[in-house]
């Protein structure tokens, strides 16, 4: 026998989730914490506030703008976000303040506030699946949603810095084997500095560059770059291919710049890692807290684009 109070509270979370769907594709970024405040509401969660992490990972930043900033290192909306579990608090009046970690996938986006009277195990479960779908939502909007970038900015970006930027990955990827993230600092002024990483079947992809000099110039050597390495690997080439196709493409368009790069492919089932160094600093390994010394050094080929012929040899075969 079905009870049905509980029927009824089911079919209510399924309507009021579906109306927050449709209200955060239609909705603006000064109309999303409506929607989200009306759907908690309705599930008895009480107030919402998202915070997002800004650019240098150091504060916790709302979209409320009259909602006060929180230091990451100092709160307990910080430590939700870096252990990315759920935090719960009870306030001075009584009610409980719940942090839930907003994640999509491996990248940590920020965390969720909820003020809410009590906490069950299923209004717990709602509260997850609220996070989870808030943060496709935010992942979803933000290519295209300026206000996300300004509330997670403390300060204006340069130039070159932006357009690097727009060229860049999220800062972390990962699947059940592996997770790759990285940082740049300094965040407001990267010159030729640039990341990149991604998945192919069973394969990870990473790549570290670093252009000649500090300026817009810089910034375009690396973004061709960055765009001549995965125009090769969604083609299939090699390691090999790859830094011949990024190092041509820099001596065609840019014959008077040149940038240092590392390209690595991870092949996740055995282990097995393979790469190339072209003029920049040897890799660090560290496993179980321990460096391992010189672990990955070896003879570094040029720098690319110059177009030379590969003096450290061909890349060892992908597995």
Not at 23 to 43: I, N
Not at 89 to 108: S, T
């Amino acid at each position: 026998m079905v009870d049905a109070s509980v029927s009824t509270s089911a079919e209510t979370a399924e309507q009021s989730l579906d109306e927050l769907l449709r209200a955060s594709h239609e909705a603006s970024p000064a109309e999303l914490p409506g929607a989200l405040d009306r759907y908690t509401t309705a599930m008895r969660m009480g107030h919402a506030v998202v915070f997002l992490i800004d650019l240098q990972q150091r504060l916790l930043i709302p979209l409320d703008e009259d909602v006060p900033r929180l230091d990451l290192d100092d709160s307990l909306a910080g430590f939700a976000y870096r252990t990315s579990t759920v935090r719960v608090k009870e306030d001075d009046e009584g009610g409980l303040d719940v942090w839930l970690p907003l994640m999509n996938g491996a990248e940590r986006l920020g965390v969720l506030k909820l003020r809410m009277d009590f906490l069950d195990a299923l209004t717990l479960w709602r509260c997850r699946t609220l996070a989870s779908l808030l943060s496709l939502v935010i992942t979803s909007k933000r290519t295209s949603i300026d206000t996300f970038a300004r509330r997670t900015r403390t300060r204006s970006m340069e130039l070159p810095t932006e357009m690097v930027r727009a060229f860049l990955p999220p800062r972390s990827i990962g699947t059940g084997r592996v997770i790759s993230t990285a940082v740049l600092e300094p965040a407001y002024e990267l010159g030729g500095d640039a990341f990149d990483h991604s998945f192919t079947e069973d394969v990870l992809h990473a790549t570290i560059l670093d252009a000649m000099g500090h300026d817009l110039a810089s910034g375009l050597t690396t973004s061709v770059a960055m765009a001549g390495s995965r125009n090769a690997r969604r083609t299939g080439a090699d390691l090999a291919e790859l830094v011949t196709t990024v190092d041509e493409a820099l001596a065609k368009w840019l014959p008077d710049q040149f940038c240092t790069g590392v390209f690595l492919r991870l092949h996740m089932p055995s282990g097995a890692l393979r790469w190339s160094n072209c003029g920049h600093p040897t890799p660090l390994v560290i496993r179980r807290q321990r460096l391992l010394d010189r672990e990955l050094e070896r003879a570094a080929e040029p720098p690319l684009g110059g177009a030379p012929p590969r003096g450290g040899g061909p890349a060892p075969p992908d597995p």
